[in-house]
Structures are given as structure tokens and as C-alpha cells.
């Protein structure tokens, strides 16, 4: 039987400023270590440390553009785009004129296995 779910919870995020982290699918919400997905509304301006994480990051953005960097460059997805960055992969995520944006990944997202830089770098 299908189950509903009811509506996200909201996580706070890391980064320079705030940004607004709505999980519908994931370890937090609904209890799934299988899959996150979570509705991310990030302002202009805002980044995040860098990351080598344990789960495949999808990125689909609705509004305005995600930059994702990577050993070797960077990217710039924009509205109707979206990125895959694969476990192990050194990636930062910024948002230079703010966005909003559908993040999943799999396994779900947890603190334990998202790695950051703890210099910011």
C-alpha cells in the first residue's frame, strides 16, 4: 500500500549562510537510509566546506543555478538542468545568485558519511 508523506522536515544546513533544507525522503522525515530527497531553497551568496561523500548526489535545479566544483573545474547548472556527482568525488556546492533546487541522494544524506572539509576548503 502506498504510503503518504504528510511533509518534509526542515534541517539545518551548513555553509556561510543559511539555507533551507526541507527533507521529504530520508533518515530524518521518514526514517529511509535508502534514499534522501529534500527540497533545498539556498540564497545568494551561500556555500558550502567541501565534501567527499559516501552516497551519489543528484542535483535538479528548479530556479536560478547550483555551481558544483570539482577536482579540475566546476559546472554550472541552471533551471530544467540537473548534475550527478558519484561517492568520492571532492565536490562544493554554491549558490552565487541564490536557487532553489531538489537534492537526492543515495544511500540517504547523514552527517556520518558527507565528509566536509573542516576548514572550509
Known sequence: MPHKIGGPTVIESAGNLPKRIEEFVGAVNN???????ARMTSP??????????EFDEYTIVLEGMV????EGGKIEVGPGEAVHAKAGEWVRYST?????????????F????????????
Do not use: F, M
Open 44 to 53: 545568494a551568496g551561500w556555500e558550502e566546506p567541501a565534501q567527499t561523500p
Open 96 to 108: 552565487p545568485a541564490g536557487a532553489q533546487y531538489v537534492a537526492v541522494c543515495l544511500p540517504a
Open 31 to 37: 526514517g529511509d537510509k535508502r534514499v534522501s530527497v
Open 110 to 121: 547523514s552527517p556520518q558519511i558527507v565528509h566536509r572539509a573542516l576548514d572550509g576548503a
Open 67 to 70: 555551481v558544483v566544483e570539482y
